[in-house]
């Protein structure tokens, strides 16, 4: 029977243990030669004996399968003695018992060989398994290399795509400050524009009161001058009348006229004079009045103004409009100017 390397190194192993046991030659080729025999099913002979102990010469494993064999076939032997059977039924008794025994051992060497090829051909297919699996772990180690791999690959990935998202948290919360305080801005700038849309509202009220007063000023003064005009264009009128007849009586030779005439010259002049005043003082009042309406238009820009202005940080801000805010431009519609009043 063939012997495998597993076999051979069991061999190996059990032989060093018996070699411990029985430092004698002759009593370790014996024990050698009982353990291959019974224990292995292999027949032992001095060459095979002497490749496993290699002790002693050639002669030692020789001389020791002899006596194996001997004892072997000694105590094989059976001895039926009975006093009752004759010697030669004794005897064949004996032999036939032996043969039957022999005939055991050897059924049981064959099964024993069955068993031990059964068993090395499951070891052959165990060991190809384990060629099989071991093929199976190195591919698995390799696909579990690039599995580590593509792992950390991964996870430096997951490691950038969280620090990236650190940073996008940290710059959302950033812009998320600047837009508190831009909506804080928004809100001081609609309110401030609320208090400026109420100041020139009252401003405006103002003005226009003003303005209204100045142009009833200016009508009733328009009105006063221009009687008073007519009264001193009719007076003035009369004066001509007066001063020509009498410069017709003064050139007819009186000379006791000349002193009225004079004096009506400088009544005439006078009132030329209080005419120009009173032109004068008319032109004042509309000089103001336009000053008043130039005012009110300069104060409609101002508020045009801070509405663009309130647009503009809102397109830059980026802020949706709020109600508020619209309710604050419906509310600050620029006011109609009030007809200016036409000079006469």
């Known amino acids: 029977m063939d012997s495998s390397p597993a076999l051979e190194a069991q061999l190996q192993a059990e032989i060093d243990q018996l070699r411990a046991?029985?430092?004698?030659?002759?009593?370790?080729?014996?024990?050698?030669?009982v353990l291959l025999f019974f224990r292995h099913g292999i027949t032992p002979t001095a060459n095979r004996l002497y490749q496993l102990v290699k002790k002693g010469s050639m002669n030692a494993p020789a001389e020791a399968l002899a006596r194996f064999w001997a004892t072997l076939r000694e105590k094989s032997r059976v001895r039926i003695e009975h006093p009752d059977l004759p010697v030669?039924?004794?005897?064949?008794?004996?032999e036939l018992a032996a043969a039957l025994w022999m005939r055991a051992v050897d059924m049981a060497q064959d099964q024993l060989a069955t068993a031990q090829l059964e068993a090395q051909r499951s070891v052959a297919d165990a060991q190809a398994q384990q060629t099989r699996a071991e093929a199976e772990r190195d591919q698995l180690r390799q696909e579990l290399t690039g599995s580590a791999a593509a792992l950390e690959g991964a996870q430096n990935r997951i490691t950038e795509l969280d620090q990236a998202l650190v940073v996008s948290v940290a710059a959302a919360s950033t812009l998320q400050d600047q837009l508190g305080l831009a909506q804080q801005g928004e809100q001081q700038l609609l309110q401030a524009l609320e208090t400026a849309r109420r100041d020139f509202a009252s401003e405006l009220d103002k003005l226009r009161a003003d303005g209204r007063l100045a142009q009833e000023r200016l009508k009733a003064a328009e009105t006063r001058a221009l009687l008073e005009i007519d009264r001193e264009r009719q007076a003035t009128g009369r004066?001509?009348?007066?001063?020509?007849?009498?410069?017709r009586k003064t050139e007819q030779g009186s000379v006791r006229h000349r002193d009225d005439v004079e004096k009506l010259q400088a009544q005439v002049g006078n009132l030329r004079q209080q005419v120009g005043v009173l032109e004068g003082k008319l032109d004042a009042l509309r000089t103001e009045n336009a000053r008043y309406i130039d005012e009110a238009a300069k104060a409609r820009d101002q508020r045009d103004q801070l509405a663009v202005s309130l647009a503009n940080a809102n397109a830059k801000q980026k802020v949706p409009k709020t109600k508020q805010t619209a309710g604050v431009r419906a509310d600050s519609a620029p006011v109609r100017k009030s007809p200016r009043t036409k000079k006469p």
């Open 21 to 33: 046991q029985f430092p004698r030659t002759q009593d370790l080729y014996r024990e050698v030669c």
């Open 88 to 94: 030669e039924l004794q005897s064949a008794t004996g």
């Open 239 to 247: 004066l001509r009348k007066e001063l020509d007849t009498a410069t």
